[in-house]
């Protein structure tokens, strides 16, 4: 388990900071729930998933070996 000061890390590593809106496609059982947690904790909000056709600013995109 990821302590919550590293978790928020990832969120700021990316660029991504409070008041964005992010949409994640690729979503699975395999994605980093820590990384995802951090970016919704930082964002203050949701991740938008990829039916959404909201304006974004940051697409948070799991991409596996054999995509």
Same mark, same amino acid.
Not at 33 to 60: C, F, H, K, Q
């Given at each position: 388990?990821?302590?919550?000061?590293?978790?928020?890390n990832?969120?700021?590593?990316?660029?991504?900071?409070?008041?964005?809106?992010?949409?994640?496609?690729?979503? /699975? &059982? %395999?994605? @980093?729930?820590?990384?995802? *947690?951090?970016?919704?904790?930082?964002?203050? +909000?949701?991740?938008? /998933? &990829? %039916?959404s @056709?909201?304006?974004?600013? *940051?697409v948070?995109?799991?991409?596996?070996? +054999?995509?």
């Amino acid at each position: 388990m990821v302590a919550a000061a590293d978790a928020q890390n990832y969120a700021q590593k990316l660029g991504i900071t409070n008041d964005m809106v992010v949409q994640e496609l690729g979503w /699975d &059982e %395999d994605t @980093d729930d820590a990384l995802r *947690v951090s970016v919704e904790e930082t964002i203050g +909000g949701e991740l938008l /998933d &990829e %039916d959404s @056709d909201e304006v974004i600013d *940051v697409v948070l995109l799991w991409w596996r070996d +054999g995509d």
